[in-house]
């Protein structure tokens, strides 16, 4: 039974940084795409940002792109996502997003298993 427990979520100030992380357990292939969506109050769950467990594929939400980056520890069973100059609009429950194989996983229905998700409140 694969597992995801993400972590790291918090309230800090406009302009901070956080790092999430996900730990992921149960995965019998190396070969999984790995994901990052949020969700905030009264809107859908979008995507923020994608990589294959490899690390050499990377995809990211445009809202998103140059301020986060993720990023993966094989070793740790671990998928991060460093997240700078945050901004109010950032506010949501961020969940982390699995999937054995490669696929492209800008799209929730990409992804066959889900994190408990952890907040993330950025204050202007």
């Known amino acids: 039974q694969v597992q995801l427990v993400d972590a790291g979520g918090g309230l800090v100030q406009a302009g901070a940084s956080l790092r999430l992380s996900c730990t992921v357990s149960g995965r019998t292939s190396s070969m999984y795409t790995m994901g990052w969506f949020r969700q905030a109050p009264g809107k859908d769950r979008e995507f923020v940002a994608t990589i294959n467990w490899s690390g050499d594929r990377t995809s990211y939400a445009d809202s998103v792109k140059g301020r986060f980056t993720i990023s993966g520890d094989n070793a740790k069973n671990t998928v991060y996502l460093q997240m700078n100059n945050l901004e109010p609009e950032d506010t949501a429950v961020y969940y982390c997003?699995?999937?054995?194989?490669?696929?492209?996983?800008?799209?929730?229905?990409?992804?066959?298993?889900w994190g408990q998700g952890t907040q993330v409140t950025v204050s202007s």
């Open positions: 997003a699995a999937t054995p194989g490669i696929v492209r996983g800008r799209q929730k229905i990409d992804y066959a298993y």
